[in-house]
């Protein structure tokens, strides 16, 4: 990298940390706005997440960056839903180690503009801070766009990553391999519908990310709806048998055969069906929100020293390339962001019942 590229990138870091905003002890915003290379990594490939961080160092250039993953027990569910005026909702929950969330959008010159949610813990470590300049930058977030675990784009099609109990997908058929967080990346960025990821996700090798198995759950504006998941290194796609069916995904395989010796969320999924059904498949924004916080987490992790609890609640409109969240699972605080706006919030009043009346 030449003296006028590093000027480039040092002032897009220092443009994208400018951006950096804490809007309450739950949630921090972004803009990002260095080059984080997609199309060259894809071409390239990515079977872990050193060999993309290290891309991404070169990308940015700033060798000292690098997350701080742990492996820990996850949570999550997902529902796609319509609301009365028939626009397709994707309902979520991320459920992991307690820890704020950041909110990043980006704009790539060659693809979609999207917002999308990062957990500090799994890729930022809390927003640990490191020096650069003699001042005190929180570095770590410039590995936001693939560190996103959900997100929708300003087409509508909305993706999320869910963790399964099983031995983690480490596909070799010959085709260029693509990490967990990578995929999800590329779909946001490249992918208009449902039929575009599923076609994107089959022309890669998929390895999952952080020794555990996950499977993905899309919507887009116009109802389309499944569920990616790989059982044995072979990729499956779930779709609902008929609109009034429901699409709900937990912690375990839906795929007949699929390993769920260890699976978990079989009560959260049975919930989130039955108020499915007893809806018709139709809810506002504000109910499926609900649903979502009568189903968040919050236990005491067996054997490592802290709690497992929904970090974010997420209510996706594909139909205006929306994301109404509530995060740490505080409902009288519930915002609403769009794809094509970058670090705008509108807050909105409260979720929870008892606000309501």
Same mark, same amino acid.
């Not at 009034?244 to 959260?268: E, I």
């Given at each position: ?102 909110? &990043?959008? $980006? ?7 999207? %917002?999308?949610? !990062? @957990?500090?813990? #799994? ?93 993905? &759950?899309? $919507? ?7 569920? %990616?998941?790989? !059982? @044995?290194?072979? #990729? ?122």
């Amino acid at each position: 990298m030449d003296a006028h590229m590093r000027a480039d990138a040092k002032l897009l870091r220092e443009q994208t940390l400018s951006t950096l905003k804490q809007v309450d002890e739950n949630l921090w915003i972004m803009q990002y706005r260095c080059d984080y290379g997609l199309r060259e990594l894809l071409q390239a490939g990515s079977k872990d997440l050193l060999g993309t961080v290290r891309f991404l160092q070169r990308q940015v250039d700033y060798p000292f960056l690098f997350p701080d993953p742990f492996k820990q027990a996850g949570g999550c569910s997902a529902f796609s839903v319509v609301n009365e005026a028939g626009e397709p909702l994707m309902g979520r929950n991320f459920d992991y180690k307690q820890a704020p969330v950041l909110v &990043v959008w $980006t704009a790539p010159e060659d693809g979609y503009r999207s %917002v999308a949610a !990062v @957990d500090h813990t #799994m890729m930022l470590h809390g927003m640990k801070h490191l020096t650069l300049g003699g001042a005190k930058k929180p570095m770590r977030v410039l590995v936001a766009p693939y560190a996103s675990m959900d997100g929708v784009n300003e087409k509508g099609l909305a993706c999320a990553i869910l963790q399964i109990k099983a031995k983690p997908t480490k596909q070799n058929t010959g085709k260029t391999p693509i990490m967990t967080s990578v995929a999800l990346r590329a779909a946001l960025d490249t992918c208009a519908t449902v039929e575009e990821a599923i076609r994107l996700f089959s022309s890669y090798d998929m390895h999952d990310l952080l020794g555990v198995a996950y499977h993905y &759950v899309f $919507t887009d504006a116009s109802g389309d709806s499944a569920v %990616v998941e790989y !059982v @044995d290194n072979e #990729m499956h796609v779930l779709r609902q048998e008929t609109p009034y069916d429901p699409l709900v995904a937990a912690n375990y395989f839906l795929t007949p055969g699929g390993d769920n010796t260890r699976g978990k969320g079989w009560d959260r999924y049975e919930r989130i069906c039955k108020a499915y059904c007893d809806a018709g498949g139709v809810m506002s924004e504000t109910a499926a929100m609900d649903l979502l916080s009568r189903n968040r987490l919050y236990y005491h992790h067996k054997t490592l020293p802290h709690m497992v609890t929904t970090l974010w609640s997420e209510v996706f409109n594909c139909a205006a390339g929306s994301m109404l969240m509530c995060a740490g699972m505080d409902y009288s605080k519930p915002y609403r962001f769009y794809a094509d706006r970058p670090c705008e919030i509108e807050p909105l009043p409260c979720i929870r019942r008892e606000c309501r009346g």
